[in-house]
């Protein structure tokens, strides 16, 4: 696979690039295809967003599959009905993630996880070790969405953006995120760089 990106990448300095891998029947041996796409880098955009809570767990939600029917039909919901994207509450009432975010809290000095089945996103993986690294504390708890007002920041992160703010949740507003994306970016920022 690192061959194929290498391939696509060639001396180009800066890209997006995105692996699919592809299977075509369960019943033969497994002979995935496999599809690099690229594009110019995707800058990050900081503006707040405002997320509409919506009842749905995805199918299979620790796997990264094509089955995002689900995400794309709530965030388009949310969007017509005037928030930005939105944000996923399992069937005990726990906040999971969002469209194509995981979503995280800021706790005083301790980043909180939320303790529901989601995509551990590849960025939010990072994340958690590089703020390991700088001595953040962490935690992984059950979130209801009665308790986001209890939190100092909540924030989203993915393959676009370490941390991006979330102003409101439904009808509650937030308090600004900015120390939680600053800490965010600088955990980020500790990231060594691995050689395709």
Same mark, same amino acid.
């Given at each position: ?116 089945? $989601? #995509? !551990?996103?590849?960025?939010?993986? +990072?994340?958690?070790? %590089?703020? /390991?690294?700088?001595? &953040? =504390? ?34 509650? $507003? #937030? !308090?600004?995120?900015?120390?939680? +994306?600053?800490?965010? %970016?600088? /955990?980020?920022?500790? &990231? =060594?760089?691995?050689?395709?």
């Amino acid at each position: 696979m690192r061959a194929y990106v290498r391939q696509a990448v060639g001396d180009e300095p800066a890209l997006s690039v995105r692996v699919l891998v592809l299977t075509r029947s369960f019943d033969e041996p497994m002979t995935p295809e496999i599809l690099v796409r690229t594009l110019p880098p995707h800058p990050a955009d900081p503006a707040p967003l405002r997320l509409r809570t919506v009842r749905y767990q995805r199918d299979l939600p620790h796997v990264k599959h094509f089955g995002t029917f689900g995400l794309i039909h709530h965030a388009r919901q949310a969007r017509l009905a005037g928030f930005d994207d939105a944000v996923f509450v399992d069937h005990s009432g726990r906040v999971s993630e969002a469209s194509i975010w995981n979503v995280g809290f800021l706790a005083g000095d301790t980043v909180v996880w939320p303790e529901a089945e $989601v #995509l !551990p996103g590849i960025t939010m993986l +990072v994340q958690r070790e %590089a703020l /390991a690294r700088l001595g &953040v =504390p962490q935690e992984t708890r059950e979130v209801r969405p009665a308790d986001l007002p209890g939190f100092d920041a909540v924030f989203l992160t993915n393959s676009e953006t370490p941390g991006r703010p979330v102003a409101a949740v439904d009808d509650v $507003v #937030l !308090p600004p995120a900015d120390r939680a +994306v600053e800490l965010l %970016a600088r /955990a980020y920022e500790t &990231v =060594p760089w691995d050689e395709i």
